[in-house]
């Protein structure tokens, strides 16, 4: 659980409020790039409190767009303030912020996506994965378009512990759409139970920690928001490698309303996909007429671990992926249809010529 830390002893000088920068710089919020502005810094106080002490602290933010987390952030002590920033019309405003907390914040124009975080921090603040979290953390108020791929991204880095992970169980405060954020944190068996709930818990500790009303952000979005804690796990509940869990859970629930067996027996071709199916299941010790959301951690540990050995046993099943055989039968039923119209085609247009040369047969066959 996160932890309530308190606020620092720094405090930044008087400054023009975020609504007045915005004003200042022309900024508007870009609907192609999801963004929403969160103008009140109670509420940005309160987001940085569900991240813990950050007394002496470093943080990386993700996405700080015009600063209202940044100044929270800021103003709880830490020793050092990493932003990475895409869009460059927030620059200025931002380093109006670190012309006012110098040696504090350091601003980056970049893709958070493809930052290599790892390579930004003292190499001491590195800790034995098995020690406590080290004093460096996320945070960030994200777009809603890029949530998902980036915090997939990162729970990948967090399996491989590299990336953000390199310095240790890094912990994350990251705000998402109120949907994505029960997703991530629902229970088995709950309805918003989901690829990601099992994803991120069989790595984490994750915790809704605050809901944010739509109509705290400019402009106001059409849903809520969601504060989501993670803290990585000492030991992962499954402890096989990131690619090959993430397509026995995604296999899983891409039929969510249908039977468990349906969707798992999209891992292997359909030549034998009814034998291996239930191989799977027999060896992992789950009923084949659960729901997918009906499946635990515990379901999916056993699932991955069995289907980890046939993947030793038949080299070439991990690499199958049912898409690209549904894929390789609509091309060849395609060109079986285009070569079945081609020759219909020609015999009709042999049978007009016949006509069209002896006109008398035409007359002949109509009466």
Not at 23 to 34: E, G, I, N, T
Not at 244 to 251: D, G, P, Q, S
Request: hydrophobic fraction near 40%.
């Amino acid at each position: 659980m996160a932890a309530s830390g308190r606020l620092g002893t720094f405090r930044l000088p008087p400054l023009p409020t975020i609504r007045e920068l915005i004003k200042l710089f022309r900024l508007r919020a870009l609907k192609q790039l999801s963004q929403n502005f969160l103008l009140d810094l109670r509420l940005t106080d309160k987001i940085v409190r569900q991240a813990g002490n950050l007394r002496h602290a470093h943080v990386y933010e993700v996405g700080p767009g015009p600063g209202g987390i940044t100044r929270s952030i800021l103003n709880a002590g830490v020793a050092e303030l990493l932003v990475v920033e895409k869009d460059i019309r927030f620059i200025p405003g931002l380093q109006m912020l670190s012309d006012a907390a110098p040696g504090k914040l350091r601003i980056v124009h970049g893709d958070v996506l493809t930052f290599k975080v790892e390579n930004a921090f003292p190499e001491s603040l590195r800790r034995q994965w098995e020690d406590d979290p080290p004093d460096v953390h996320i945070i960030g108020n994200l777009p809603f378009s890029v949530s998902t791929p980036l915090i997939i991204k990162w729970l990948e880095n967090m399996s491989r512990r590299d990336g953000p992970f390199t310095f240790g169980r890094t912990q994350m405060t990251l705000t998402f759409q109120k949907e994505v954020a029960e997703r991530l944190t629902a229970s088995t068996g709950s309805k918003q139970r989901s690829r990601l709930s099992v994803m991120a818990q069989y790595l984490c500790h994750v915790q809704q920690v605050l809901t944010i009303p739509g109509r705290a952000f400019v402009p106001k979005p059409e849903v809520d928001v969601g504060v989501v804690h993670f803290t990585p796990l000492t030991q992962p509940q499954i402890e096989q490698p990131f690619k090959l869990v993430e397509k026995v859970v995604l296999n899983a629930f891409q039929f969510r309303r249908k039977y468990c067996h349906r969707g798992l027996s999209m891992l292997f071709p359909k030549a034998q996909r009814l034998e291996s199916t239930g191989k799977l299941l027999e060896l992992a010790d789950v009923d084949p007429t659960l729901r997918p959301s009906k499946l635990s951690v515990s379901h999916f540990k056993s699932l991955c671990d069995v289907y980890r050995k046939m993947c030793d046993e038949d080299p070439h099943l991990f690499a199958y992926n049912f898409r690209d055989e549904l894929r390789q039968l609509a091309t060849k039923t395609l060109k079986g249809k285009n070569t079945k119209e081609r020759a219909t085609h020609l015999q009709d247009a042999s049978s007009t010529q016949v006509f069209l040369a002896y006109p008398d047969s035409n007359k002949n066959a109509s009466s």
